[in-house]
């Protein structure tokens, strides 16, 4: 047992190091929780970062007695806080987007030009991936529940097993396998708790771990009495230097295989250095099976033990190079060499520097050889990459790579010819040895793939290239000599920094598709993947994805999307990191307008992170993002009743976190904008009305918190104010406007909401008012005010309004030009495969089709009018507000044909009109109502008047009652019509 001020310091390093992440996990969280309303991304990783944070903290006080007396456990902690530190860093730059010394309209289009770009998107997705992945490094290195185990186990046997009701971590095992690794007898066995179930695995680790720190004691003891013996070189060391590679064999059998050799090295080991003092082994034998055994130890997975080994395998070596220097100097050198790579995977990087740099000054002083200039090129490569991990200047990295290189070259590795392995004996069948050239091949391929991956992130890109693509012919040629799972990845691995998308104009899709494709293939050829395999599987089906999109396919994509769901759907652990990815991949079909298949892809996720509920942490805010995404992607994939249904859900959820935290007033204005607009969609406006005016969140007293809040506020008064006029209370819609006139005015923050795009919806339905209430020099106004701001956003124009309007006033010929220019400016979005998208041209056409109606173009006219009546008649029942739409657009076809004297023609438009009516006053009197409503704006609209007065009708099939009148209104709060920069 360690003694009190140990366990004392240890407590007092551990805490204090994770009270510094979760301040700096909170600061992450404040700073985006404060942030704009386009920055859900971003707050979604500062919410994970802040779960990543509690899950550490929550596991420390449950286990902080065993994990105080873990320097691995202290020493991940401590990384990860460096790596969050690092996280934050990067993202100050997207912060200070919002207090850019630029002002007003020209500070908000330079945020949004950042945000259509997807660069800060792109900057925040990778950050938060880089979070999940020191979560997740963290996790495995210290392999906490194996750690907590042991601790668990040893505490157990230092009590004589008498504490009969302890719980020990739970993984099945059968008394068998104890009693052959613990060397117990049944009746010790049975004197355990009932409950413990230790795997074969962690007896393993017990069992070498005993041996391990026997050795370790031994070393020590003949450290502190000097007594190593005096030797001369044995037979091995005097030749010259052969260095080699060993990789082990992922099956059954190979492991088995190299836990009995380790075992029967171990035993051999010790028993050599407990009969040094007797004139037994030496301890040059010891150093050299000490570092064979290291790298056994460290190809299953045990860390901590290949570390002491390994330092006392370079500790021996040094002791030994002190009489003869220049028979060990190249051994003590790989030896170096191996304790550097060792703690570099483990995560020590500085420690990993400190090796290498004391390996290449030993190395200069070496007699040249061969093998020398090999290791040299070597650890030269190495050392490249361990200055990129301490954050040293890319070109000290790129230095050391490119010198790797040449020396390799000088060797001529690049012409070398790969022999393939030797046949006979078991390593053939559990481990796979490189030596002589094919070894240098090997790294001189590592070698190349160092410096591709410096220049890569230096953003040489074309260089990166080319060298990349040497590595992948050596590594490829390698492959099929050798065929192990090393060499394999390092193929993978280059396939997808071939898909990469800086290469996209000079790699063709179709062979980045295939590079993703071999990737995949090659993983998945592997017999029992690791996770760390698993997870390489999932990034490649995901570039395939993104791939398949990028090349117009997504049916093929969502293919390859499924397939990669339900790899995410059966993982254990790590879930978090690809449901995330998978939500990036949902968007990408969200923005490639692919929303059919992005409301399958969500749909998916939302049943994944359901099912994954118990497993993952609990985020209230990610399952209300998860639930948003998909009511979006189902919204403009016109699966209204799915999207309202999902709306509805993530409100309550908000709603209830409100309740708790009144900082989730930002959530819980968002959640309530998309009912609020879907119910409106959905033909119930009533109900979207009711459920802002009822809503114990908001209101009068609310108190805003940002920006954010602001601008939700001013969408769900655009909400109100649609729902008031398609229900014909224009007095109400009206007032509603002006209460977002004042609120826009009123606010506080920093960014100007009268330049915000929902200020912009504002000003449109404030045009559709008063054009419905007889003010059309005022809709005039309100609709060019707001198509500059759509303008300025990137946003759809909405010509065909002011179009309407301008024929309103009599601007004629303004408002053909502004129809035509709306029809071309969205001619594009006819061959989409949305509804949604469908819809927006299919609104200019209308507009167009009154124009040249008025004009006297009736072929032209009826040939608009007819695509427009067919595009609702089908689409309507799918979103119930269109249906108003398709009674505007019958009605506008009857009077067409009437006034054209296809009279048989427009009594069937006026027919079917009817029937329309009549079957909504049937099943949807309140959506029936509507469509009297609008009906009765078309009768009233100057353009339809002075249509009708141009071309009166003969015939008595669309004598239609007295058109209602716009109620009385009043908009008393002026707007603006320009905004300064």
């Keep these: 047992m360690a003694d009190p001020l140990s366990v004392a310091l240890a407590a007092i390093t551990l805490g204090t190091t994770l009270k510094d992440l979760t301040e700096l996990a909170l600061k992450l969280h404040e700073s985006f929780k404060k942030h704009a309303h386009n920055m859900r991304v971003a707050q979604s990783l500062a919410a994970d970062t802040l779960e990543i944070v509690q899950d550490i903290e929550t596991f420390y006080t449950a286990r902080g007695d065993v994990l105080d007396n873990l320097a691995d456990v202290r020493d991940a902690v401590a990384r990860l806080s460096m790596d969050m530190q690092s996280v934050y860093d990067q993202c100050v730059p997207i912060l200070q ?115 391990v720190r026997k050795i370790d004691d031994i070393l020590k003891n003949l450290a502190s009495k000097q007594s190593y013996a005096v030797e001369e070189p044995d037979d091995h060391h005097t030749q010259p230097l052969d260095p080699y590679t060993s990789f082990l064999f992922r099956t059954s059998e190979a492991i088995e295989y190299a836990r009995g050799n380790a075992v029967t090295e171990l035993i051999r080991v010790q028993q050599g250095l407990l009969n040094i003092g007797a004139d037994g082994n030496p301890i040059q034998e010891g150093a050299r099976a000490l570092g064979a055994l290291s790298i056994d130890l460290e190809e299953l997975e045990m860390y901590s033990e290949s570390l002491i080994l390994s330092t006392w395998s370079v500790d021996l070596y040094k002791t030994l190079s002190k009489s003869h220097r220049d028979v060990y100097a190249p051994y003590l050198a790989f030896a170096f060499s191996n304790h550097a790579l060792l703690s570099y995977n483990t995560g020590d990087f500085a420690q990993a520097m400190a090796m290498t740099t004391e390996c290449l000054s030993l190395l200069k002083t070496c007699a040249p050889t061969f093998a020398t200039e090999v290791l040299t090129a070597r650890v030269l490569s190495e050392s490249a990459l361990f200055r990129h991990a301490i954050g040293e200047h890319s070109s000290a990295s790129l230095q050391d790579a490119e010198d790797s290189v040449a020396v390799f070259e000088r060797l001529g590795a690049g012409q070398m010819a790969i022999m393939g392995p030797e046949q006979g004996g078991n390593y053939t069948t559990f481990r796979l040895n490189l030596r002589g050239e094919d070894q240098v091949v090997r790294d001189y391929a590592y070698a190349l793939d160092v410096q591709r991956l410096i220049l890569y992130r230096m953003e040489r890109y074309e260089e990166a290239l080319d060298v990349g693509g040497k590595a992948l012919r050596l590594y490829r040629a390698l492959g099929q000599h050798y065929k192990h799972i090393d060499n394999q990845s390092q193929v993978a691995t280059l396939f997808h920094f071939l898909c990469n998308d800086v290469y996209r104009g000079v790699i063709p899709l179709s062979s980045a598709l295939k590079y993703a494709q071999e990737a995949v293939q090659i993983w998945e050829e592997v017999q029992g993947p690791t996770a760390i395999e698993e997870e390489a599987i999932l990034d490649y089906l995901a570039m395939q994805t993104k791939i398949l999109v990028e090349m117009g396919r997504p049916r093929d994509a969502l293919t390859v999307f ?287 089709c009154l124009r040249l109606f008025f004009n006297g173009d009736f072929t032209r006219a009826r040939q608009l009018i007819l695509e427009v009546r067919s595009f609702y008649e089908w689409h309507a029942h799918s979103r119930n507000a269109w249906f108003i739409d398709l009674a505007r657009a019958l009605r506008a076809e009857g009077i067409l044909e009437c006034a054209s004297n296809r009279h048989a023609e427009g009594a069937a438009a006026r027919t079917r009109l009817n029937e329309l009516q009549q079957r909504l006053r049937t099943t949807h009197p309140d959506l029936a109502h509507q469509v009297d409503v609008y009906v009765n704006y078309e009768r009233n609209y100057p353009a339809w008047k002075r249509i009708l007065e141009k071309h009166p009708l003969t015939c008595s099939h669309w004598v239609e009652e007295e058109a209602i009148t716009g109620q009385e209104y009043t908009i008393t709060h002026s707007h603006p019509t320009t905004h300064s920069a």
């Excluded at 999940?132 to 495995?140: G, N, P």
């Excluded at 993984?171 to 060397?183: E, I, R, T, Y």
């Excluded at 506080?748 to 912009?760: D, F, H, K, P, V």
């Design 562 to 848: 499924q397939k990669l769901a339900s790899r995410v759907r059966s993982m254990a652990t790590n879930q978090r990191m690809y449901i995330h990815k998978l939500q990036d991949l949902a968007s990408i079909f969200f923005d490639k307008y692919h929303y059919t298949e992005a409301a399958t892809a969500s749909r998916t996720i939302v049943e994944i992170y359901r099912q994954s509920v118990d497993s993952l942490p609990t985020s209230q805010r990610s399952l209300i993002n998860i639930l948003l995404d998909n009511v979006k992607h189902c919204g403009y994939a016109n699966h209204i009743s799915e999207a309202l249904l999902c709306s509805d859900e993530a409100l309550a959820i908000a709603g209830q976190q409100r309740v708790k935290d009144v900082t989730f007033t930002e959530e819980y204005l968002d959640c309530l904008g998309w009912p609020a607009y879907l119910s409106i969609e959905a033909g119930y406006p009533q109900q979207a009305i009711n459920q802002i005016q009822g809503s114990p969140n908001i209101g009068p007293a609310i108190q805003r918190h940002s920006i954010r809040c602001d601008s939700d506020m001013l969408y769900l008064i655009f909400c109100k104010a649609l729902a008031f006029l398609r229900l014909g209370r224009l007095s109400l819609a009206s007032a509603t406007i002006a209460e977002g006139y004042d609120l826009a005015e009123s606010t506080t923050s920093t960014l100007n909401l009268q330049e915000e795009g929902r200020y912009g919806l504002l000003l449109h339905v404030s045009a559709l008012v008063h054009r419905c209430g007889g003010k059309q020099d005022d809709a005039l106004t309100a609709i060019k005010a707001a198509i500059a701001i759509f303008e300025s956003c990137g946003w759809g124009r909405r010509l065909y309004t002011l179009s309407d309007v301008q024929a309103d006033i009599g601007l004629d010929a303004e408002a053909v030009c502004t129809a035509e220019e709306d029809v071309q400016s969205t001619e594009h979005f006819a061959s989409s495969s949305s509804p949604w998208v469908k819809h927006l041209h299919n609104m200019s056409q209308y507009s167009l």
């Design 97 to 211: 987007l919002g207090n850019s010394p630029e002002g007003g309209l020209r500070r908000t289009l330079f945020k949004i030009e950042q945000w259509r770009s997807r660069k800060v998107e792109s900057d925040i997705r990778n950050l938060r991936e880089q979070a999940d992945k020191c979560h997740r490094r963290f996790m495995r290195h210290t392999q906490l529940g194996t750690a907590v185990a042991i601790g668990e186990l040893k505490g157990a046997v230092s009590e004589g097993f008498s504490a009969t009701t302890r719980q020990l971590s739970a993984l099945q095992v059968s008394d068998a396998n104890v009693l052959a690794f613990m060397g117990s007898t049944p009746a010790v066995i049975s004197t355990l708790p009932p409950d413990v179930m230790l795997s074969e695995d962690l007896l393993f680790k017990l069992y070498v771990g005993g041996y």
